[in-house]
């Protein structure tokens, strides 16, 4: 079983599988910055001054007792976040597009290259074989 899981762990799409998911995660980071402090920032400003992380739904205000300790906290509906992990989501999904779209492009020409090249002349061999067949047949 050891051995099965050393062929399984060392293959190229396990290694390939664990470099996405880690350059995935990066490039997600990357991505809710870009969305947080550069996209979020002009919307906010365009719709009257708003900053979306703050967007809520109070459903339930916080209790504070007499010297105005919090007892429980508020309950809030925090759509703002939920907006921006919206953009976040189709910044990430339109780039994976993209990247797709690309590789099946590059794989659509590497095709046209295989279907266009002539095939390999045969082995000498085999033509040799060949003209000792058509000798024999014309006997």
């Not at 979020?40 to 007499?66: H, R, S, Y």
């Not at 295989?114 to 085999?126: G, I, L, T, V």
Request: glycine share 8%.
């Amino acid at each position: 079983m050891l051995k099965e899981f050393k062929e399984f762990a060392v293959r190229g799409n396990v290694i390939d599988l664990a470099v996405g998911v880690i350059i995935g995660g990066a490039f997600g980071k990357i991505v809710s910055s870009f969305v947080n402090d550069v996209v979020m920032p002009p919307i906010g400003l365009l719709v009257g001054g708003v900053d979306f992380k703050d967007l809520a739904w109070t459903l339930k205000d916080a209790e504070l007792d007499a010297s105005g300790e919090t007892i429980a906290a508020a309950v809030t509906v925090n759509y703002g976040m939920f907006i921006q992990n919206v953009v976040d989501f189709i910044i990430v999904a339109f780039v994976i597009f993209l990247a797709v779209k690309g590789i099946n492009k590059m794989n659509k020409k590497e095709e046209k290259k295989a279907e266009a090249a002539p095939p390999p002349p045969p082995p000498k061999s085999e033509v040799l074989l060949e003209e000792i067949r058509d000798l024999l047949k014309k006997q």
